[in-house]
Nanobody, 119 residues
Framework: QVQVVESGGGWVQPGGSLRLACAAS????????VDWYRQTPGKQRELVAI???????KYADSVKGRFIVSSDNAKNTAYLQMNNLNPEDTATYYC?????????????WGQGTQVTVSS
């Protein structure tokens, strides 16, 4: 079982930046992709960003141009750089690693890290 730990959350004022990290217990280069999600109470979970094994990236429209997703295989860590944050970005952020072994797909989730944007 791959262990996943998010970190880097906290409180920031509107317009500020945070960088979230998603550390994996195994070689992240073996993962098919890394997804970043966020969720607030009473709302549906939102897929925010994806980084594929090939380095390709995708973003939700709500964060496009402000967030940057990346991965560092040497550190077995993926990152979500969040810039120009606004109160609507307040949420618990999760990363999910998708691993494919043969024809079976596995998802490995972290416990989440809270991001609060307020003045």
């Amino acid at each position: 079982q791959v262990q996943v730990v998010e970190s880097g959350g906290g409180w920031v004022q509107p317009g500020g930046s945070l960088r979230l990290a998603c550390a994996a217990s195994e070689n992240i280069a073996y993962m098919f992709r890394v997804d970043w999600y966020r969720q607030t109470p009473g709302k549906q979970r939102e897929l925010v960003a994806i980084v594929g094994r090939d380095g390709s990236t995708k973003y939700a429209d709500s964060v496009k141009g402000r967030f940057i997703v990346s991965s560092d295989n040497a550190k077995n860590t993926a990152y979500l750089q969040m810039n120009n944050l606004n109160p609507e970005d307040t949420a618990t952020y999760y990363c999910a690693l998708t691993e494919i072994i043969g024809t079976t797909q596995y998802e490995h989730w972290g416990q989440g890290t809270q991001v609060t944007v307020s003045s």
